[in-house]
């Protein structure tokens, strides 16, 4: 055909993750995106786990987040309670938590939240970098 | 025609410097979200005459929804 044509091979998937802009049709069913956010606690993995105690006592929990933003774990009140002395973030984390993607329909993840009584979910860009919290009082409504 | 892959920043850098942007999903999905000025190119349609809407002077960015 003649032309240099360019394969923006991550596609719209990867684009949406970022959080950049788009062109949306109204009326579109609400994403994790809309009900994401962002006042959560985080830390780094080599943070000394004892001096997150006052962060954890709030109901939730603190995020691990490397260098890159890149989500590791989760530190609760569990976490510390079992932790040894002098132990790191990382060491006492649960690691891998579920997330979601910006563009997870938002209403059926509210009701998977439900039934699994979990309060919290990480949203993630496509490489794993934490942009976002919903929390399962978030309730779908009109599309913004 | 070359075909090569890129990844979003130089997407940004590339429209920045007037490439045209492709989506190659179905009409619906097109509908519903696309990126700022992408035009729509089914790949089930994509031809000569499809194609003809496209400028030959400048690139072209083509997409889908991921690589899968």
Not at chain 1, 42 to 58: F, I, K
Not at chain 1, 122 to 129: K, L
Not at chain 2, 26 to 34: I, K, L, R, V, W
Not at chain 2, 38 to 62: C, E, N, T, W, Y
Request: proline letters at 10%; a negative charge.
């Amino acid at each position: 055909m003649g032309f240099d044509v360019y394969d923006y091979t991550a596609g719209k998937a990867d684009w949406i993750s970022v959080g950049w802009e788009t062109e949306r049709a109204e009326g579109v069913p609400r994403e994790a995106r809309d009900a994401m956010v962002d006042d959560f606690e985080t830390c780094s993995p080599d943070d000394d786990a004892a001096g997150l105690v006052e962060r954890v006592d709030r109901p939730g929990s603190v995020l691990v987040v490397n260098a890159e933003g890149i989500l590791l774990g989760r530190v609760g009140p569990h976490q510390l309670h079992d932790g040894a002395p002098g132990a790191t973030a990382e060491e006492v984390m649960h690691p891998g938590p579920p997330t979601v993607r910006p563009f997870e329909p938002l209403e059926p993840l509210l009701e998977r939240m439900t039934k699994a009584k979990v309060t919290e979910m990480a949203v993630t860009s496509t490489e794993g970098r934490l942009i976002g919290l919903v929390r399962r009082e978030a309730r779908p409504g009109p599309p913004p | 025609m070359s075909l090569r892959p890129i990844g979003r920043e130089e997407v940004r850098r590339l429209i920045e410097a007037g490439a045209q942007l492709a989506e190659v999903l179905p009409a619906e999905e097109y509908g519903d979200e696309h990126l700022p000025g992408a035009i729509h190119l089914p790949l089930k349609s994509l031809g000569p005459d499809s194609a003809a809407v496209l400028d030959r002077s400048r690139p072209v960015i083509v997409y889908c929804w991921d690589s899968l």
